[in-house]
């Protein structure tokens, strides 16, 4: 297996990216080979003082890197030598199985519509993430970012995307879809939530279980939850509020440490011809490296494949 990871992308590149991927190699030595992007003189010079052998790796120089402040769409022209660009490049030419990078969120969106090309009988690419639930389990939610207005047909693609997510990678059989809305009836919510409901009910290949309601997102009534980027964002970044309130006030729960994002590190773009996972843009060692044990996941599984056979049905 072939990971490749983005040095370059991140609040505190390249060190905790040159760390993570250290750590990464040696939990799975034998399994998996580390392309690291960047400036080779950068990341030459950081492993010597980390007392890491730079030929644990396979180094690819690349001279320019996109910032965070960086326009998405113009710095994947403007900078076509850029770690994150070439990357994208080596995925795409199938010379590595995944790509992972804690760069800008924008840039790598758009790098991988654009150069890995969307799924045939994709609408929108989207991002999900993992919700940790009180029982245990996880729930998939989406779209948490990417797609802010969504069309009725949008939101049902979205369905079958998180439903081979969950069979993929959380090993979820026949998983249950639930809406996100305001209510549990079907006459609740917009107008586009109340199309959505009745497009989601007529789906053959989708387990359709209806409405769930905010207050239940972490007791696993549904393995996924599908919703507009814009209110998947709102739910991801209040999860993470709350966590950060609990720390603040010095409370220490088990349950209440998982929504650390520490513990995820990365989301794939699902829809998308390859395997490439979005990290936050502050990851620490920690959240690298978990980035990294997702996409070595991720392209295990081939879930871009089957997503890829999944529409196609």
Do not use: W
């Not at 994150?84 to 760069?103: H, K």
């Not at 390859?274 to 990851?283: E, R, Y």
């Amino acid at each position: 297996m072939k990971i490749g990871l983005d040095v370059s992308g991140g609040d505190f590149a390249p060190k905790v990216n040159i760390l993570a991927a250290h750590k990464i190699r040696q939990d799975l030595d034998g399994k998996v080979t580390l392309y690291l992007f960047g400036s080779k003189e950068e990341m030459v010079s950081e492993m010597i003082q980390l007392n890491i052998d730079p030929l644990s790796f396979m180094l690819v120089d690349c001279k320019e890197a996109i910032s965070m402040e960086d326009h998405p769409i113009q710095a994947l022209k403007q900078k076509p030598n850029s770690s994150m660009s070439v990357g994208l490049n080596y995925l795409r030419d199938g010379q590595i199985d995944a790509f992972a990078s804690t760069g800008n969120t924008g840039a790598m969106m758009v790098g991988s519509i654009y150069k890995l090309n969307t799924i045939p009988g994709i609408i929108r690419p989207c991002i999900s993430t993992l919700i940790p639930c009180i029982n245990g389990k996880q729930t998939v939610l989406l779209d948490v970012g990417s797609n802010a207005d969504c069309r009725v047909d949008v939101l049902t693609q979205f369905a079958e995307l998180g439903s081979v997510y969950a069979e993929t990678i959380l090993g979820v059989t026949s998983p249950r879809v639930g809406l996100v809305n305001i209510g549990k009836e079907e006459s609740k919510g917009n107008l586009v939530s109340q199309a959505t409901f009745k497009a989601l009910r007529e789906l053959p290949n989708i387990n359709f279980i209806g409405n769930i309601e905010g207050r239940d997102f972490f007791s696993n009534e549904a393995d996924v939850l599908v919703c507009d980027g814009f209110t998947g964002n709102i739910i991801l970044k209040q999860a993470e509020g709350f966590y950060s309130l609990l720390k603040k006030r010095g409370i220490q729960d088990e349950y209440f440490d998982l929504f650390n994002y520490e513990n995820y590190g990365g989301t794939p773009i699902l829809g998308v011809k390859g395997n490439a996972i979005i990290g936050h843009g502050s990851s620490n060692e920690n959240a690298v490296y978990a980035m990294l044990m997702h996409a070595f996941q991720v392209a295990t599984h081939g879930l871009s494949e089957r997503i890829t056979n999944a529409i196609k049905e």
